[in-house]
Structure formats: structure tokens, C-alpha cells
């Protein structure tokens, strides 16, 4: 019987668990841990809107920015040069300026971008006129200084700035400017385009 009583003992302490205070301690561990990983994903799904603010800004600030230097390049002159505007007859697709019907062949028309410290807008018209229905084609901008030309009136001529002479503007850069969802500070998607069809027809 006791020889029994002795496996039966040994057999039990062999198959030791945890003891109360190990499984508070554990349980104490758990909470601490989910909690820390409830914190980080509670911060990422806040941190989310912001992230595709700014990514929606970018990406729409890109496609702005890739239409503009996309008719400078084309352009044939410069007519006006301004930091917040800029006028220039170009090429473009339409059966008429201003229209809204697309063509196959092109005919030149003025262009007119003109930004102010939200929002840049687009007017199409005929050569030489600068007034017309106003299209925006941005909001959310965080500064009206959005043009610059080369040669511009900085000490450098090949630095980028205000025109130094309408007539003589080779190079348009652009640059946007937005505001940071989060508040602190800008940042900014920059290009720039030389008129590839003002020398052709000098």
C-alpha cells in the first residue's frame, strides 16, 4: 500500500503545473502585451486618413503639374510671367479655344494659369486674350508663388526666378506647394519645361 501511495506521489510530482501566482503573473504579461499591441493599431488607423490625404494630394498635385509642362513644352511663346501667372500660346486639341469638343489636329490658342494661395485655375482662349471662363484644376495649395523663368532676374541667369523679360523666357519651372495634413510644414512637387516650339518658328 505505501509503495503504492510512494508512485502515485512520485507520478504527481513529475506532472507538476503551474502554480496560482505563475498564472497570475502570466495572465498580468497578456494584458500588458495586447494592450501595447491595441495601442500600436489603434495609432496606425488614426495615423491612416492623414497618409491618404497626403498621398491623394501628391498624386493629384503630379497630374497638375504633368498637364502645365506638358503645354509649355509646346508652347510657342511666353505673353505673360508672373510668380502666381503665366500666359502662353500653345498647341492644343480642341476644334476651338475654350471648347470642350476634342480633335485630332491642333490650333494654337492662349493659355493662362493663374494661382493663388489655394487653388490654380486654367483659361483657354484665342491668341492674345487672356479673360475666359476660369477652370480649376487644383485646390489645396499653401502658396501663390508657384512660376519661374529662365532667364530670370537673380544674379545667376540660369538660376530660376522671376522673368527677367517676357520676350526672352526660355524655361518655365513650376512648383506646387501643399500643406501637410499633420500641420507642420510644406512640401512641394516641382518640374519645369522650355518651349520646345519657339525656336521652330522664329
Known amino acids: 500500500m505505501n509503495a503504492g501511495l510512494r508512485r502515485l506521489r512520485a507520478r504527481a510530482h513529475e506532472e507538476d503545473g503551474l502554480t ?33 490625404e497626403r498621398a491623394q494630394n501628391v498624386t493629384s498635385a503630379r497630374y497638375v503639374l504633368e498637364r502645365m509642362t506638358r503645354e509649355i513644352r509646346n508652347g510657342i511663346r511666353i505673353d505673360k510671367a508672373t510668380t502666381t501667372s503665366v500666359s502662353f500660346l500653345t498647341y492644343v486639341r480642341r476644334t476651338s479655344c475654350g471648347g470642350s469638343t476634342p480633335s485630332t489636329t491642333s490650333i494654337k490658342c492662349e493659355v493662362t494659369y493663374t494661382c493663388t494661395t489655394t487653388t490654380c485655375s486654367r483659361i483657354e482662349a484665342a491668341d492674345g486674350v487672356y479673360t475666359g471662363t476660369a477652370r480649376t484644376i487644383y485646390k489645396g495649395l499653401s502658396s501663390s508663388e508657384v512660376f519661374c523663368y529662365v532667364p530670370s532676374t537673380n544674379t545667376d541667369s540660369l538660376t530660376c526666378g522671376p522673368a527677367l523679360s517676357v520676350a526672352g523666357t526660355t524655361y518655365v519651372g513650376v512648383k ?25 518658328l522664329k
Open 20 to 52: 496560482l501566482v505563475e498564472l497570475l503573473v502570466a495572465a498580468a504579461m497578456s494584458v500588458v502585451l495586447m494592450a501595447a499591441v491595441t495601442s500600436m493599431v489603434i495609432g496606425a488607423m488614426r495615423a491612416q486618413p492623414e497618409i491618404s
Open 176 to 200: 506646387l506647394k501643399l500643406p501637410n495634413p499633420t500641420g507642420a510644414g510644406s512640401f512641394s512637387v516641382s518640374d519645369g519645361a522650355s518651349l520646345r516650339n519657339a525656336v521652330l
